[in-house]
């Protein structure tokens, strides 16, 4: 009997290159003034639409053809960079994220269309809302607490070139986790709508 292999899973939306490259240098000239633990590789960027957790190798060919049917009735997107946020304590977040803007309803009836179609996969939805975003750092490692105004005096990456930080959206991707690696994220499929 051969033993399962458990591959770690969800779907999102890809983060263009050249967004992704803005974030880079972006990233760069803000971890000196906000101390977190961990900074997210910009190769790892992306918009979650659902995580799946550890999963049967053996299923992703079920979940790709999920996601085909989904791409036949999805449209694109136009999406854009916004606000920086916090998730956790909000002396000592625990997630820095960016958040995107656009069309944000279409982004959540996406999210929503891939959670339903997977429910039947065995994959439940998530039962907080749904909050699209792009997570930069994690951990607050700060030594007095967060001050959350701070936030406000940051400038959102190359803010004065705006039409950088917007793009338009037709994909969705299944990826994997590899937790020990940098990036951490390789696209194990594609899709296009």
């Known amino acids: 009997m051969n033993p399962v292999i458990l591959v770690r899973l969800f779907v999102a939306v890809p983060i263009p290159p050249e967004i992704k490259h ?14 977190f633990r961990k900074w997210v590789h910009p190769e790892d960027l992306h918009i979650t639409l659902q995580f799946l957790g550890d999963t049967p ?3 992703v060919s079920h979940i790709n053809q999920v996601l085909n049917d989904i791409l036949t ?12 946020g916090i998730f956790g304590r ?7 994220w960016v958040g995107v803007g656009g069309d ?14 997977l429910t039947p996969l065995g994959f439940s939805p998530e039962e907080r809302n ?20 701070m936030l406000s005096t940051i400038t959102k990456p190359n803010s004065s070139l705006q ?3 917007s793009w338009k959206s037709n994909e969705i ?8 690696k940098r990036p951490m994220y390789e696209a194990i499929s594609i899709g296009s709508f």
């Open 173 to 180: 991707m299944l990826y994997r986790s590899h937790l020990n």
């Open 90 to 96: 909000s002396t000592q977040p625990s997630v820095l």
């Open 57 to 59: 190798s053996g299923s």
């Open 130 to 149: 749904y909050h699209p975003h792009l997570t930069i750092a994690r951990n607050y490692i700060g030594k007095t607490p967060f001050d959350r105004n």
């Open 104 to 117: 944000v309803e279409g982004l959540h009836n996406l999210q929503r269309r891939v959670a339903d179609a």
């Open 22 to 35: 803005v974030f880079a240098s972006w990233i760069d000239q803000i971890k000196p003034h906000l101390s």
């Open 73 to 84: 009735i999805s449209n694109p997107l136009s999406l854009r960079v916004d606000s920086l």
């Open 163 to 165: 039409d950088l930080l």
